[in-house]
């Protein structure tokens, strides 16, 4: 059984660039989670999808945004990068339903130069 | 969700136990209290979590004072792979995980 997938691993942008990541739940999981890791700091909470649309947002700007798929699989989408989005990006997979835990990814380490 | 307080690191010898406090005094009745560790640049790892019963699974055991101001996760036999930041979450849904500074748990040989 995969956990949480994430693509790429790595990445380099340059300023002004737009960015696509992607997030594949774990089997079973009908919720993704995005979180934003600053180097040093703990992950905060950008946004969550169930049933295709967006749940719950954190305070990020318009900037970011998201899908989901009928799979349940997720994109998170960063225009206009700026040099502090430059952050490791997490995706947790978890029952919309149920208060059980939720799953992360090894993340996304985005570079902005 | 209710704020955590947890002490920002802690040292533990191999092989004792770690018991890692957070106090969480606002905790409202519908609110779990959740444990995740970070190790170096990985994406966090579940732990275990509690409504207000006490819980154990493989990795830990998490107990959870009577008025549920307080919990303490348990480590029954640290090694030197759960050198990490544990992180206590108070929250109502594990959809939205409110992340504070944790604590640095460093197990020493």
């Known amino acids: 059984d995969a956990g949480v997938t994430q693509s790429p691993t790595h990445l380099i942008k340059t300023r002004g660039q737009q960015v696509t990541l992607r997030c594949s739940p774990k089997?079973?999981?009908?919720?993704v989670s995005w979180y934003q890791q600053a180097l040093g700091q703990g992950p905060q909470f950008i946004f969550q999808?169930?049933?295709?649309?967006?749940?719950q947002r954190g305070n990020f700007p318009d900037r970011f945004s998201g899908h989901q798929f009928p799979n349940y699989s997720s994109e998170l989408n960063v225009n206009a990068l700026l040099l502090g989005d430059s952050a490791l990006y997490l995706c947790?997979?978890?029952?919309?339903?149920?208060?059980?835990?939720?799953?992360f990814g090894q993340g996304t380490r985005l570079t902005v130069v | 969700d209710a704020k955590t307080t947890q002490p920002p690191s802690m040292d533990c010898a191999e092989g004792r136990a770690a018991n890692l406090p957070c106090n969480h005094s606002?905790?409202?009745?519908?609110?779990?209290v959740y444990w995740y560790r970070q190790i170096h640049s990985q994406g966090p790892q579940y732990i275990i979590h509690?409504?207000?019963n006490n819980e154990t699974n493989e990795m830990a055991s998490l107990i959870i004072t009577e008025d549920r101001k307080s919990s303490t996760l348990i480590l029954p036999h640290a090694t030197l792979r759960d050198t990490a930041v544990y992180y206590c979450?108070?929250?109502?849904?594990?959809?939205?995980?409110?992340f504070g500074s944790g604590t640095q748990l460093t197990v020493l040989p």
């Open positions: 509690g409504l207000k």
């Open positions: 947790a997979s978890s029952l919309f339903q149920r208060n059980t835990e939720a799953f």
């Open positions: 606002t905790i409202s009745g519908n609110e779990y």
């Open positions: 979450i108070v929250t109502g849904s594990a959809r939205q995980l409110t």
């Open positions: 089997s079973g999981h009908d919720t």
């Open positions: 999808y169930y049933e295709e649309e967006e749940r």
